[in-house]
């Protein structure tokens, strides 16, 4: 309910804490909320094109609550014109390529990641990450955001 079209590709995620790492091992894997506080590091094994730019979003499609829906979906991270770099580090939970969240941050960022933390008594919530690879890099000043409440926030691309 979240996407029209299975994954391309499956996304590697590990988040860390200190120096501990708590990759999802599996789509689905429950996670404490103290372990999924900082930026996840996000690779992929192949299906990726090291030439061209990426945009990656991290979503709860679960707002307010998972059953009722009442807000839909609340927007945890956006970032454009993400490239790739090879990963040095590769371990069994993370892939071949990263994607470089680091480099040119400030320039990058649309919405600053926002750690997990679901309002009390409103059951388990789903972290979705999408990631788009761009045609071209994207204008940061061309993009307005609009957030009329907390529960809305919507982003659009101007010409």
Same mark, same amino acid.
């Given at each position: 309910?979240?996407? !029209? %079209? &299975?994954?391309?590709?499956?996304?590697?995620?590990?988040? $860390? %804490? #200190? %120096? *501990?790492?708590?990759?999802?091992?599996?789509?689905?894997?429950?996670?404490? =909320?103290?372990?999924?506080?900082?930026?996840?590091? =996000?690779?992929?094994? !192949?299906?990726?094109?090291?030439?061209?730019?990426?945009?990656?979003?991290?979503?709860?499609? #679960?707002?307010?609550?998972?059953?009722?829906? &009442? @807000?839909? &979906?609340?927007?945890?991270?956006?970032? +454009?014109?993400? $490239?790739?770099?090879?990963? %040095?580090?590769?371990? &069994?939970?993370?892939?071949? @390529? =990263?994607?470089?969240?680091?480099?040119?941050?400030?320039?990058?960022?649309?919405?600053?990641?926002?750690?997990?933390?679901?309002?009390?008594?409103?059951?388990?919530?789903?972290?979705?990450?999408?990631?788009?690879?761009?045609? *071209?890099?994207? *204008?940061?000043?061309?993009?307005?955001?609009?957030?009329?409440?907390?529960?809305?926030?919507? +982003?659009?691309?101007?010409?």
């Amino acid at each position: 309910d979240v996407v !029209d %079209k &299975e994954p391309q590709q499956i996304l590697c995620i590990e988040f $860390s %804490k #200190d %120096k *501990d790492v708590f990759p999802v091992k599996k789509a689905g894997d429950e996670m404490p =909320l103290g372990n999924v506080k900082s930026e996840p590091l =996000l690779s992929v094994d !192949d299906g990726v094109d090291k030439d061209k730019l990426y945009c990656i979003i991290m979503t709860d499609p #679960d707002a307010k609550d998972r059953i009722k829906h &009442e @807000y839909r &979906e609340w927007v945890h991270w956006v970032m +454009i014109n993400v $490239s790739i770099t090879e990963n %040095k580090n590769k371990t &069994e939970f993370n892939g071949k @390529y =990263l994607f470089d969240t680091l480099t040119n941050k400030d320039d990058n960022t649309v919405i600053e990641f926002k750690p997990s933390g679901p309002p009390s008594n409103t059951g388990l919530h789903r972290y979705v990450f999408l990631v788009y690879q761009q045609n *071209d890099k994207i *204008d940061i000043n061309k993009i307005i955001i609009a957030s009329d409440t907390w529960s809305e926030q919507c +982003i659009q691309a101007t010409s």
